[in-house]
C-alpha cells in the first residue's frame, strides 16, 4: 500500500525508516509553543526548544499526508475519490512515541496513540510531553515520532436489546 506525503516548508524532513518492516519516523521542523498555563514559557529560539519537565509542547512536522481508500468494486486501493458505499477498508496513520525518548528522558506523546483519519490533510502535530525530571532540548530535525500506517475495516453498527453475557466484565476482569 502506499501513501502520499507532501513537505509544507523548505525545512521539512521527509519520514523515513530504516528497514522495510518499521513504522516512519517523523521530525521537527517548527514549535508552536506551550499549552501549560502555568509554566513560563521559555524563548524559542529558530532552531531548539527546552520543554520543561511536566510540560507539553505542539510541535510542528512540516508534513502532510494523504492517504488511499480501498475500493470494493476495483478491489485496489486508490486515492481517486470513489463512493462512501464502495468503500470497504481505508487506511490510518498512528503517530506513537519513541520508546527511547520515553526511557531515557520521559518524553512522551501526550494522546497516544494519536490517529490520523483518511480525510485529514493538514500539517501533522506531535504533542510532546515531558514526564521526566529534567528539562529535555529538542533542536529542529529531531527524529520525535513514529508514524504506522495501518488499514482499517469500515463496520456498521446493529443496535440491540440484549448483550450476550460472556460473564466477563469490569476492570481487573481476567484475574490480574
Request: glycine letters at 8%; a neutral charge; proline letters at 3%.
Amino acid at each position: 500500500m502506499k501513501f502520499r506525503i507532501k513537505l509544507l516548508t523548505d525545512t521539512a524532513k521527509q519520514p523515513t525508516r530504516e528497514n522495510p518492516g518499521d513504522l516512519w519516523d517523523l521530525y521537527v521542523d517548527d514549535f508552536c509553543g506551550n499549552f501549560l498555563k502555568d509554566v513560563t514559557i521559555p524563548e524559542i529560539k529558530s532552531n531548539e526548544y527546552i520543554l520543561k519537565s511536566g510540560s507539553r509542547i505542539l510541535i510542528k512536522t512540516g508534513v502532510a499526508l494523504e492517504l488511499p481508500v480501498f475500493d470494493k468494486n476495483s478491489q485496489k486501493w486508490s486515492f481517486d475519490l470513489v463512493a462512501e458505499e464502495n468503500i470497504n477498508r481505508y487506511a490510518v496513520a498512528d503517530i506513537r512515541p519513541r520508546s527511547g525518548l520515553a526511557l531515557k528522558y520521559g518524553i512522551t506523546i501526550t494522546n497516544s496513540p494519536g490517529t490520523i483519519d483518511n480525510k485529514y490533510r493538514k500539517e501533522i502535530g506531535v504533542i510532546l510531553h515531558n514526564l521526566g525530571h529534567q528539562d529535555y532540548k529538542i533542536s529542529k530535525g529531531d527524529k520525535i515520532a513514529q508514524m504506522l500506517i495501518r488499514s482499517l475495516d469500515i463496520f456498521e453498527m446493529e443496535m440491540i436489546e440484549n448483550l450476550e453475557d460472556t460473564g466477563r466484565g469490569g476492570f481487573g476482569s481476567t484475574g490480574k
